[in-house]
């Protein structure tokens, strides 16, 4: 007779219990989720350890909510004339002599609120340098993957063009296209293009340092097994690039993405302090601080000195969460 064994004993018992046959052989857990991942993911452990980037990435957040809320946010539309009363202009913050508690930071020559100013700036601001990194971004990283993947006389042809844009410096290039357009559009189609001029300036401006990045990590990827198998089921050179070899780059991409976001608010507020920015009619935080400058020196500090604040807490908050993204990204600190 055959000895029974433990298992078969369980098995046995299984049969003849339907609830224990249940339990027995019950199915696999589902597998997590993607968020799942992401929120147990070496990138989430790494930014809880970082107060730096929690508090950087605060700070951010809430700057955007204010940009974007803007229009419910602001006690006061400093683009609406009749909401505008000259006899409350210059007055100074509600906590110096001489300020009102309706007007927390004070206002400007025409009348206007500072913090309702300064939080529709700040909307323009930002704006700008998003569209503006969006731009850059698309052109780098296309010219990029293009050029590694296939070098030759196209690859030599667009690393020259961006060898002799580096030789010219950010704002400078800035600086001419927005001069171009100034003398080349009649100046009412000029006023109404000046916003995507910019974005377009600040935008040609910084597609170098995707394109030369994405360059030479598509060198090193083009190379492995995996791009080899695609080419050998007859996979296209544009799906290779954009469905392959494009998600294994955009770790770098990211940070530039990131540093480039601070540096493109500085830039639009340069021009926009040289005059050649935004219009007036839409005052971004370059054009406030150009603005305060004039009075600066007849006492009234706040004008300048609360947008330059604010420009300065934004652009620090961009570049930690940048540098903190920078340090997530290099292998070699693993």
Request: aromatic share 8%; charged share 15%; no cysteine.
């Amino acid at each position: 007779m055959m000895k029974a064994t433990p298992v078969a004993d369980a098995l046995r018992g299984a049969a003849a219990h339907p609830t224990a046959r249940s339990a027995v052989f019950s199915p696999d857990p589902a597998p997590p989720s993607t968020w799942s991942r992401f929120l147990d993911s070496d990138f989430i452990y790494s930014f809880k350890r970082s107060p730096t980037a929690m508090v950087s990435a605060a700070v951010l957040l809430l700057f955007i909510l204010i940009a974007l809320l803007a229009p419910w946010l602001a006690p006061q539309n400093p683009f609406d004339p009749a909401a505008l009363e000259l006899i409350n202009s210059r007055l100074p913050p509600a906590w110096i002599e001489g300020g009102q508690m309706r007007f927390p930071l004070g206002t400007d020559g025409q009348g206007r609120d500072l913090l309702s100013t300064l939080m529709y700036g700040m909307r323009i601001s930002l704006m700008v340098s998003f569209s503006a990194t969006i731009f850059a971004l698309a052109v780098g990283v296309s010219l990029g993957l293009i050029s590694g993947y296939a070098g030759g006389r196209l690859d030599n042809l667009i690393m020259r063009l961006a060898d002799m844009q580096l030789s010219f410096p950010t704002i400078l290039v800035a600086l001419l296209i927005d001069g171009l357009s100034h003398s080349l559009l009649p100046r009412a189609v000029h006023e109404q293009l000046a916003l995507f001029v910019v974005i377009f300036a600040i935008g040609i401006s910084t597609w170098v340092q995707y394109a030369r990045t994405v360059r030479g990590a598509t060198l090193v990827e083009k190379s492995k097994d995996y791009v080899h198998a695609a080419k050998l089921i007859g996979m296209g050179p544009l799906r290779i690039l954009f469905k392959h070899v494009l998600p294994n780059v955009l770790g770098p991409v990211l940070v530039i993405a990131t540093l480039s976001l601070g540096l493109g608010i500085l830039t639009e507020a340069t021009l926009s302090f040289l005059g050649l920015g935004v219009p007036p009619t839409s005052p971004s935080l370059g054009t406030l601080i150009r603005i305060g400058n004039e009075v600066l020196f007849s006492g009234e500090w706040w004008v300048t000195v609360m947008p330059g604040a604010l420009l300065i807490l934004l652009v620090l908050a961009i570049n930690l969460l940048g540098d903190w993204l920078r340090d997530v990204f290099n292998p070699k600190l693993k």
